[in-house]
Structures are given as C-alpha cells and as structure tokens.
C-alpha cells in the first residue's frame, strides 16, 4: 500500500494540448532525399465539452462504458482479466472504461507492457478522482483517432460528413461511435491497404452498419434516446467518399501507403493512431529514378494503345501493376500501383487477384530438380532415397489435350470423375520435348504432368521458399492446374521469387523500409535475413532455362542486348491476365495486365477477359507486359555494370514423362529412308549425346534450333511440330570428312513423322 500510495502521488494526469501536438511524418527515398511531408497536425482541431453533441456523447456512452456517468473510471474485473492474462504471457488488453480508454489514447508511448499497465491504473485511479467526467469525456472524444487521419470528434466530423461536430444529428454519431472499435474494420470505404482480406468496403459497411443499428438500440434501451427518436433513423448515415491529399497523386501515394503499412506491420509497439500523430522520419528503399522510369514505361504502351473511348468494349478498366526488386537484398526499388493514387485507390503491385499463369512453370522445373520425380510404385509420400532427381534434359510429352495422370501412372479424375485433358495455349502440340524446350514455348501439358510426379505439395513448399506467401491466394494446390499458375501471388512477391533464382537460390524478403528515426533517435532498423530457398545449382539451372526463353523462346521481346536477362511469359485461361517477370544479375521485376472494375459501387465485379484489348487479337505476357518490362529494364539499368549469371553445372537424370518413351538402350538398326507401314512407338535406336552447335545455342535434342539442318530439319517437316498427320521424315547428307561442317548440320537420313511428331523428332534428331 505504501508503494501504491508513492507510485499515485509521482503520476502525472494527461493533458490534451500536449497529446494534440500533432507533426508531419517526412518520407526519404533511398538516397536520402526527400520524397514527401504527410500525415500530421493538420487534422485536429480541440473543441469544448459544449461544442460535442449530446447524442455523441450518449452514443459513447451506450456503446463503450454504460455506467461512466457514476463509475470511478476503472473495471477491477476487467484489469484484474488483463493483468492475469498478461502475467501468463498471453495477449495483452486494454481498458475497458471510457477513462482508461482516455488514459491510454493520450500517452505518448502505445506499447503493451506489464509496466506500463501498472502506471496507467495509477493514472487512471488519479483522473478518475481529480477530473471531472466533463474533461474525461471531452478529452477522450477529442483525442480519439476515428480513421483517415482524423485524430478527434471535430477532425471526424469534418472528414466523414463535411460539417462542424455541433452539427451531427444523432444517426452520424452513432456511425462515428462506431469507429472508436477500430476505424480500419468500421470505415465503409474500406482500408484495403491494412488488411486486403478483411478491411474491404464490402465487409466494413456490413461491420459498421450493424454496429450503428446496435448503438442506437442500445441508446434506447438505457433511456438515452426515445423510441420516437430511434424510429427516424432507419438509413444507414453513409459518409462521404475519402478525399485523397494531391500531394499522393500519381505513384507517390503508392510509395507511402506501401511504406507506411511496412513499418506499421513490423514494429507494433507503434499503432496507427501513435503515427498518425507525425514526428517520424521513414526512410524507404526506393529509388526516385527507377519509380520514374516504371511510370513511363508504363505511360507510354498505355497511351500508345489502350484506347478506352475507341474501344470501350475491350480496353475499359485496364490495370497494370508493377514492382522491381534487388535480388541480393530484397529492397523494392520501384514499384508501379495504378495511374493515379488520388483515383485508383487499390496499389497494383501490392494487390492479389490476378493469376500468374505459366510464370508459376518455373516453380514446377526447380521442385522437380530439387525433390525429384516419385517412383511409380511407391507411396504418395516419398523420401529422396525413392525420388529420381530430374534434368531439365528430360523429356515430356507436349500434346494439347494430354490426359494427365497421378505419379503411379493412374488416370487423374476430380471429384465428378472427369479426366483432366490439358490444353496448351493455342491448342497446340509439340510432341515429346525437353522440359528445356517446354519452357520455351511454354507448353503447358509438361509442366502440368511434371507436377503431378514430383507432387504439386512439393511445387507449393518451393514457390513459398522461394518468397510467395502461404495465403488463401495460394490458390487449391491438389489440383493439376496449380503447376500453371491458378494462384494470385502480388507483383512485389513475384519479383521476389524470381530474385531468388537470380541469387542462385538465395531469399530475401521484399521490404521497402530501411529504417525509421522519432525526433532524430532510430526507432526501426531493417535486419536482413537471407535464407537458402534451395540448391544453388537448382537455381542456376533454372536461371539457365529461364535465359533461354529470352533468347530463344515467348520472351523475346523482353531481350536487353549485351546484358544476360532470364524470364518468363504467362498467361491465364479465358485472356484474364498476363505477365511477364523477369531479371538480370541485379534486378528482378514483375509486371502484371489485367482488366478489372475500379467502381468499388458496382457488383458481382470479375476480372474481364482481354480478347481485343490493346487492339490484339489476344494478350499473351510476350505483349503489353513484356513490352513494358523491355522499356524499363533498359532504362533503369542505363549506366549500370554489365553482369553475367553463373554457368549452371549438370544436375538430375534424364527422365520421361507424360507418355514420352524411353529410348531402347541398345541400338539397333539405322533407320531406313523408306518409311515403314506403320511407325515404331519408340525409337529403334538410342538417341546420340547432345552435341553444341559452335554458337553454344544449338545441340542434337535442339530440333529448334535455327542453325540446325539435315536430320533436324527432316524431323521437323516430318512431322516434328506435333502435327495431326503423318510426314516424312528428311534425308540427310553424309557429313564431310574434311571437318568444315558441324555434325550437327549433317545426317545419315531422317526417319517419319507420325500423328504425335514423335518420329519425326527421332528420326531427324538421332538420323
């Protein structure tokens, strides 16, 4: 008692004018410059007890602390709940009365400790019996954070309705009785950018409406309204639209928001409220000059041919999003939300929703690299010793409509019983390929039976170790289609994923705070903390793969002359988005395209399809998005170091999949130039070794390659291509003795194609 008694006498009791002394937050670029000055002081103006409506006042009252009237400012029982679970270490409470509530909104520290409990019962005890509940209520009204920026009764007033607080009819400070619970889960325009999950204007309103309904029944029942007055109000009060400060136009409003809540989320002894009061400075990581150049990359294919007054039927609602990220460090150097952040209120780069298609593939190849393909007649459930590590050599069949099967080899059916017959874009076949060349050209049915023989659980654990997150946008990962991207990972996490093949498997969270100060003291220091994603030979062999798509493959358009690029196109059924994510040694990027309705009024909104949009037949990740990718990479790496990506070292063993045979493992005969009646099902010999062409880019396997003749190009034209009908096979040249030409641009002869391409392909890769 004698402590107590010394603790109550040095207690100070709050004051207003102090916890109202509200300043600017200052945001940095990553040099150190200055970006903007925001979210302070402006935003709250004291008023007296007189100037608060009665009906705010009662509305409080019913709905935070029915008994404040006569009470003596605490709840011993609600205190005595908080301490014992704080002194198990469980969560911490807050106050359950309006003068705790008052006591704890005007310290300058928020932070929840046992401590700091102890003292604010002694402050609350002293107010209770030194203020009058005038002051308290005045004070706790007038402090009180109600959301966007509003610190106080008048500020909210002003921000949510357009008028003075003497001037709210009893229905408004219901509503505005309502954020005092939360503004972030009671604003009905929404606070996506808190919790894009929960804090949707759909689901605020639904929160807030039913809570108003309650404060006002409540104000009934405890005789603080009569049911005459009640009976008025039967509309729900809806606010005005959030005015959004033109000093956030353009990416800039972005950049803050991504800031604000990145800092938010990682030191939470600071709470919105405490920030909304000012004093910090956040030094971000981006980088002004690539912000900049993103924006006009962007600007310029959107200008040029997104013509939504032409064509409203196909180019209205058109979204971009973008994020560009150091792989060897995760900080995002730029990032691209929308056109306007004062009108396009939901940050694209940082959203979900939009699917990422055949950019997942890559997920698929590292898994089936770093886990390996599950024996046949083994368990679902598997150890390495069981696995066969697979090569990105191996060969799998690449017909459209291939009937997908479980890794023992039965035939996959969904809960109807229906088969999964994959298509590839275009309906196209290709035969048995390389799982080199199926990234290529991006079939799909490869990957997708890949998939099922590593185990799409095994796909998951790698996307995630390699930076997604493991949300509900993950998507259904026992599905064949997760292997080709039915999830919805954000711009900003691509980036990052694909950072980490970058830095031979190497990951490193995104963030975009480097550190923050209060009046001049570090408060926040980002702590970088690299993990091992998987193998870096893994990696280096996807990056391999991935590089070969540029040069050779959909991703050409995406090619930086003189400088290694890796990447890869992606596109969704029924043209509802595209990508294309891609990078070099030091910079990985992310650029997403979709259709979607920014009316938050209009419902049952759905991502639209893109056939026509931009005036293209289709949009694919090899147009708009790619295009984009290409301008800004060549820009914001003007200047910089020219890096090369490691040599990838042989990993995994050659293995077939999908249908594609295995090749005899003793020759036989050298194919005739005759073709038989009916073509072999499998080669009659073994297929010869890989042999590179002298520009490194062509090898025996490589039927595509453009520098390859003879027995190639007789698989090709008999039917190489997966073609419907059967095709001869190409004779081909003896090869010179006298060493002029490469044996890759010679052959004895080409054997036929058949219906899948299948012999086409022997016969001209091992003629």
């Not at 007890?49 to 709840?75: H, L």
């Not at 004070?139 to 001037?167: E, V």
């Not at 989320?265 to 709470?271: A, Q």
């Amino acid at each position: 008692m004698g402590l107590g008694g010394i603790a109550y006498a040095m207690v100070a009791t709050p004051r207003v004018k102090d916890a109202a002394k509200a300043e600017n937050n200052v945001y940095y670029w990553a040099n150190g410059k200055q970006m903007i000055a925001t979210g302070g002081g402006a935003n709250r103006q004291i008023i007296g007890y007189e100037q608060i409506p009665e009906a705010m006042r009662n509305a409080v009252i019913s709905a935070e602390n029915k008994s404040f009237d006569n009470d003596s400012g605490i709840d011993p029982m609600g205190i005595a709940r908080a301490f014992y679970n704080m002194a198990k270490g469980g969560q911490t409470q807050g106050g359950s009365t309006i003068t705790q509530q008052y006591v704890k909104n005007s310290r300058l520290s928020q932070e929840q400790t046992l401590s700091r409990k102890f003292e604010e019962l002694f402050i609350t005890i002293k107010v209770g019996k030194t203020e009058t509940k005038q002051t308290i209520m005045a004070g706790y009204l007038n402090i009180s954070y109600y959301g966007r920026g509003a610190s106080g009764i008048q500020a909210a007033a002003r921000t949510y309705y357009g008028k003075d607080a003497n001037k709210l009819n009893p229905s408004e400070c219901a509503f505005l009785a309502t954020l005092l619970k939360g503004a972030t889960y009671y604003d009905p325009a929404g606070v996506t950018e808190a919790d894009p999950k929960e804090a949707t204007p759909a689901k605020n309103r639904y929160r807030a409406e039913r809570r108003w309904r309650w404060i006002l029944n409540e104000e009934v029942k405890d005789g603080r309204m009569t049911q005459e007055e009640r009976d008025k109000y039967t509309k729900f009060p809806m606010p005005k639209p959030p005015k959004q400060n033109a000093q956030l136009g353009g990416q800039t409003g972005y950049l803050v928001s991504l800031a604000r809540e990145s800092f938010l989320n990682n030191h939470k002894d600071v709470t919105r409220e405490k920030l909304a009061l000012g004093g910090y400075e956040i030094h971000t990581t981006f980088d002004e000059k690539k912000v900049k150049a993103l924006n006009a990359a962007v600007k310029k294919v959107y200008d040029r041919k997104i013509k939504p007054k032409e064509r409203p039927e196909t180019d209205t609602h058109v979204q971009f999003g973008g994020a560009s990220v150091d792989p060897k460090t995760g900080a995002i150097l730029a990032i691209y939300g929308g056109q306007d952040a004062t009108r396009h209120y939901t940050n694209n780069a940082d959203a979900t929703g939009a699917q990422v298609g055949s950019t997942f593939k890559p997920f698929v190849l590292a898994a089936a690299m770093e886990y390996g393909k599950r024996d046949p007649k083994g368990l679902s459930d598997q150890d390495e010793s069981q696995r066969t590590k697979v090569s990105p050599k191996s060969i799998y069949n690449a017909d459209d409509r291939l009937k997908i099967k479980k890794y023992n080899g039965e035939i996959w059916t969904n809960e109807n019983g229906e088969e999964w017959l994959q298509t590839n874009d275009g309906h196209e076949s290709r035969g048995n390929i390389t799982l080199r060349e199926a990234m290529q050209w991006s079939a799909n049915s490869p990957y997708v039976q890949l998939g099922m023989d590593v185990g799409t659980d095994k796909v998951k654990d790698v996307a995630i170790a390699a930076g997604l997150r493991d949300d509900k946008y993950m998507a259904d990962a026992t599905v064949p289609s997760f292997s080709i991207g039915t999830s919805q990972p954000s711009a900003i996490r691509m980036a990052g994923a694909y950072g980490t093949f970058a830095d031979s498997g190497m990951q490193h969270d995104p963030y975009s705070v480097e550190k923050v100060k209060y009046r001049g003291e570090v408060i926040y220091q980002h702590k970088k903390v690299p993990k091992r994603a998987f193998d870096n030979i893994v990696a280096d062999n996807v990056t391999d793969v991935l590089k070969n798509v540029v040069e050779h493959g959909t991703g050409t358009p995406a090619k930086l002359p003189g400088r290694d690029v890796a990447g890869k196109t992606g596109t969704t059924d029924l043209n509802k988005s595209a990508w294309f994510v891609g990078y070099t040694p030091q910079l990985s990027t992310a650029i997403s395209m979709f259709r979607y309705d920014d009316n938050e009024k209009h419902k049952n909104r759905e991502f639209e399809k893109m056939y026509g949009t931009g005036g293209e037949k289709s949009v694919h990740g090899a147009s708009f998005p790619a295009q984009i990718w290409h301008d800004y990479m060549a820009d914001a790496l003007k200047g910089e170091d020219v890096l090369t990506f490691p040599k990838p070292e042989p990993w995994g063993e050659m293995v077939y999949g999908g249908g594609a045979p295995s090749p005899s493992p003793t020759p036989s005969t050298v194919p005739s130039e005759t073709p038989s009646s009916t073509p072999p099902t499998t080669p009659s010999m073994t297929p010869s070794s890989p042999t590179p062409d002298p520009s490194g880019s062509c090898g025996a396997w490589d039927r595509n390659c453009q520098n390859s003749s003879g027995g190639n190009n007789g698989g090709n034209n008999g039917g190489n291509n997966g073609g419907t009908s059967a095709g001869s096979g190409g004779g081909g040249s003896p090869s010179p003795t006298d060493g002029t030409t490469s044996p890759d641009t010679s052959s004895v002869g080409g054997g036929n194609g058949h219906g899948n391409g299948n012999g086409g392909f022997f016969g001209g890769s091992t003629g």
